[in-house]
Nanobody, 120 residues
Framework: VQLQASGGGLVQAGGSRRLSCAAS????????MGWFRQAPGKEREFVAT????????SYAGSVKGRFTISRDNAKNTVALQMNSLKPEDTAVYYC??????????????WGQGTQVTVSS
């Protein structure tokens, strides 16, 4: 599966941003989807994941209650709605796909990343 993330940009602290990831192929619904981020000088970290049918989600503690992951299997897309953004949310955001649920790293497929910058 090939992944293309979009929606990044500059946003003020307290604002919102919606990221989207488009997937190629006809087996999108067989993949668990995840969002990760990497800030300058830091390791890539898990943000959120959603199960094959969208019924289960899981979030990193730092974004829980502010970010929402969702998917549309008919459109082969996964989204990350980010609210109440903080400067520490500044990072390159990546979408990823894997056939296994429960992973917080080592996904099999990765998109190219989209930059989100939150100004204070």
């Amino acid at each position: 599966v090939q992944l293309q993330a979009s929606g990044g940009g500059l946003v003020q602290a307290g604002g919102s941003r919606r990221l989207s990831c488009a997937a190629s192929g006809r087996t999108f619904s067989s993949y668990v989807m995840g969002w990760f981020r990497q800030a300058p000088g830091k390791e890539r970290e898990f943000v959120a994941t959603i199960s094959w049918n969208g019924r289960s989600t899981s979030y990193a503690g730092s974004v829980k209650g502010r970010f929402t992951i969702s998917r549309d299997n008919a459109k082969n897309t996964v989204a990350l709605q980010m609210n109440s953004l903080k400067p520490e949310d500044t990072a390159v955001y990546y979408c990823a796909a894997d056939r296994n649920w429960g992973l917080r790293s080592d996904y099999s497929y990765w998109g190219q990343g989209t930059q989100v910058t939150v100004s204070s």
